[in-house]
T-cell receptor
Framework: NAGVMQNPRHLVRRRGQEARLRCSPM?????VYWYRQLPEEGLKFMVY????????ESGMPKERFSAEFPKEGPSILRIQQVVRGDSAAYFC????????????FGDGTRLSIL | GESVGLHLPTLSVQEGDNSIINCAYS??????FIWYKQESGKGPQFIID?????DKRQGQRVTVLLNKTVKHLSLQIAATQPGDSAVYFC?????????????FGTGTRLTVIP
């Protein structure tokens, strides 16, 4: 199964710690998108990356959040000094080329902040 | 900014009946629309999509209708089954701007009554 893989599926952190969320896109896909979903809400776009490049980070908070998609390995969404409001489900989607739809989603990482 | 919204947050239907889920959007420049199904604990799963140069598209048991005049989108599910119970999201993207991120609505929870 070459679907979008996210890990961990569940992550618990205490306030002030760092959270690292990983996303491996579908085979052959070089474009990755990160979304955040609060309970009972739709997904909100955060950042769009291509290998080694951030294309659009207009949806990502300016502080504490960063994303990368290195030449080798998964895309990483990093949240520093987590706060309770960061508790959410974080989803990754991928596509083979810029502008290609539909985006294919992983099953997300549920982040809980104690 | 763009916004995508749904008229009804919940919908209950009898097994075997047809379901209609509605969605309104506000960005007249939106070029591409997509419906996703999200089951509990999982990521959004692609159902069907449509571009703005079409007004209807059919899949297996599903039909998407697009009315650009009133900026309205609907998903019709024929002969609804218990396995169709999930939250359904419409999403859109204005392809002509070069943006690739999807803008999601809040979602409609569909419950199928056996």
């Amino acid at each position: 199964n070459a679907g979008v893989m996210q890990n961990p599926r569940h992550l618990v952190r205490r306030r002030g710690q760092e959270a690292r969320l990983r996303c491996s896109p579908m085979k052959g896909h070089s474009h990755v998108y990160w979304y955040r979903q609060l309970p009972e809400e739709g997904l909100k776009f955060m950042v769009y990356l291509q290998k080694e490049n951030i294309i659009d980070e207009s949806g990502m908070p300016k502080e504490r959040f960063s994303a990368e998609f290195p030449k080798e390995g998964p895309s990483i969404l990093r949240i520093q000094q987590v706060v309770r409001g960061d508790s959410a489900a974080y989803f990754c989607a991928s596509s083979p080329r810029r502008g290609d739809q539909p985006q294919h989603f992983g099953d997300g990482t549920r982040l809980s902040i104690l | 900014g763009e916004s995508v919204g749904l008229h009804l947050p919940t919908l209950s239907v009898q097994e075997g009946d047809n379901s209609i889920i509605n969605c309104a959007y506000s960005n007249s420049a939106s070029d591409y629309f997509i419906w996703y199904k999200q089951e509990s604990g999982k990521g959004p799963q692609f159902i069907i999509d449509i571009r703005s140069n079409m007004d209807k598209r059919q899949g297996q048991r599903v039909t998407v209708l697009l009315n650009k005049t009133v900026k309205h989108l609907s998903l019709q599910i024929a002969a609804t089954q218990p396995g169709d119970s999930a939250v359904y999201f419409c999403a859109e993207t204005p392809d002509q701007t070069g943006a690739n991120n999807l803008f999601f609505g809040t979602g409609t929870r569909l419950t199928v009554i056996p």
